[in-house]
């Protein structure tokens, strides 16, 4: 039997993480084609409302089903806007690891939410799930989302040469690939312990969105 997360939500002071529905396809679709999201993830370009809706019908669900990890959307509380995504997958059950990878929309950077949805992910996930590490993997000069892994408590275990593929902007406007480096960054349960709540926001380089 596979092991499999609750299909629950998870709420903080401001903010609901909660499964993507059929009415998130068209401020998806938008969220993930900004610059900043083409450029750290490999989600296809442009991102339609084909792919977002594959993505929330399909792939999303298939993730908790299939027990490689959960997926949230990320709502603002009072105003019930779609302002994010928080990921777990390769979930690893026998070790109880996971590796968590998050975008903020572009509408919603500055608030702190990537770290507050990050943070509250990491909690449940311990507290709730029993787990006992949680993986982040940033590229190189992905500096907002380096701030959000330190923001929650991180340390950074290493780096992985060339093992990232990013995008950048030619001169003609074109997007190219450009190989880069990935640091690897853990939380264990005890890092959590003090952790406030001061806030970045930032966007994970690494992440099957396709």
């Known amino acids: 039997m596979t092991s499999t997360f609750p299909n ?5 002071e401001r903010l609901v993480l909660r499964p993507f529905e059929d009415l998130d396809i068209e401020a998806f679709a938008e969220m993930m084609n ?11 370009q442009p991102y339609t409302e084909a792919h977002a809706r594959d993505w929330i019908t399909r792939l999303a669900p298939a993730e ?17 806007r779609l302002v994010g995504i928080v990921h ?9 690891s996971s590796e968590i990878s998050y975008v903020v929309a ?13 943070l509250a992910t990491a ?3 311990f507290h709730d799930q029993k787990f006992e590490r949680l993986e982040l993997r940033t590229a190189a000069d ?14 950074s275990e290493g780096v992985l040469r060339g093992a990232c593929i990013a995008r950048t902007r030619t001169d003609s406007g074109e997007w190219t690939d450009v190989r880069t480096d990935l640091i690897v960054w853990s939380l264990l349960p005890e890092d959590l312990e ?8 930032g966007f994970t380089s690494f992440g099957d969105w396709n």
């Open 123 to 125: 909690t449940w996930l």
């Open 34 to 44: 900004d610059e900043l999201v083409t450029a750290w993830t490999t989600v296809p």
């Open 194 to 201: 003090g952790v406030g709540d001061q806030s970045a926001d």
């Open 106 to 118: 572009p509408w919603a950077r500055g608030e702190g939410y990537a770290s507050e949805a990050a």
């Open 88 to 96: 777990l997958q390769n979930t690893n059950w026998q070790v109880r």
């Open 142 to 155: 992905n500096t907002a989302s380096q701030q959000v892994a330190q923001k929650i408590g991180c340390v």
């Open 8 to 12: 629950i939500s998870i709420s903080t």
């Open 64 to 80: 908790r089903t299939e027990g490689r990890g959960i997926v949230f959307a990320v709502d603002e509380f009072l105003t019930q």
